[in-house]
């Protein structure tokens, strides 16, 4: 079976190039659902949707990345899914507080194209292979 990611993101460039690195790594539409927001996130999980890893920008429209962090932690039925936070901002401020609300990971967008595919690439080895959380 495809493993699932929710990818948050609001900046269409961003996420055009994120969901171009998944598409090199032979994941297809069917398995990245790409969200603008946090509210449009839980429209999908509350759809049905059962993502095995999600990808979390920060700062968006709506609902951002650390109350959407928030609502997932809280969860009984969602706090087990790994969120990562994939973010242009490396203030400390910004990863103390995704830390505080429990994130799995803090990765930093890397300016260059290449880089952001090598980081992606290993997004999906550690958190879609290595990585074991329990069923259910």
């Given at each position: 079976m495809t493993p699932q990611v929710l990818l948050v993101e609001d900046d269409p460039d961003h996420a055009a190039?994120?969901?171009?690195?998944f598409s090199r790594l032979g994941?297809?539409?069917?398995?990245?659902?790409?969200?603008?927001?946090?509210?449009?996130?839980?429209?999908?999980?509350?759809?049905?949707?059962?993502?095995?890893?999600i990808l979390l920008d920060l700062r968006m429209p709506r609902m951002?990345?650390?109350e959407l962090l928030e609502r997932l932690k809280q969860s009984k039925e969602r706090r087990?899914?790994?969120?990562?936070?994939l973010t242009t901002s490396d203030a400390d401020v910004d990863m103390a507080k995704a830390?505080?609300?429990?994130?799995n990971s803090y990765l930093v967008k890397p300016p260059r194209l290449q880089a952001l595919r090598e980081l992606i690439g290993q997004v999906v080895t550690y958190w879609l292979g290595a990585n074991r959380v329990p069923a259910g």
């Amino acid at each position: 079976m495809t493993p699932q990611v929710l990818l948050v993101e609001d900046d269409p460039d961003h996420a055009a190039l994120t969901l171009r690195a998944f598409s090199r790594l032979g994941f297809g539409p069917e398995s990245v659902t790409h969200a603008r927001d946090g509210i449009e996130a839980l429209e999908a999980l509350d759809a049905g949707l059962r993502p095995d890893l999600i990808l979390l920008d920060l700062r968006m429209p709506r609902m951002g990345g650390l109350e959407l962090l928030e609502r997932l932690k809280q969860s009984k039925e969602r706090r087990g899914i790994p969120v990562v936070i994939l973010t242009t901002s490396d203030a400390d401020v910004d990863m103390a507080k995704a830390y505080a609300h429990h994130v799995n990971s803090y990765l930093v967008k890397p300016p260059r194209l290449q880089a952001l595919r090598e980081l992606i690439g290993q997004v999906v080895t550690y958190w879609l292979g290595a990585n074991r959380v329990p069923a259910g």
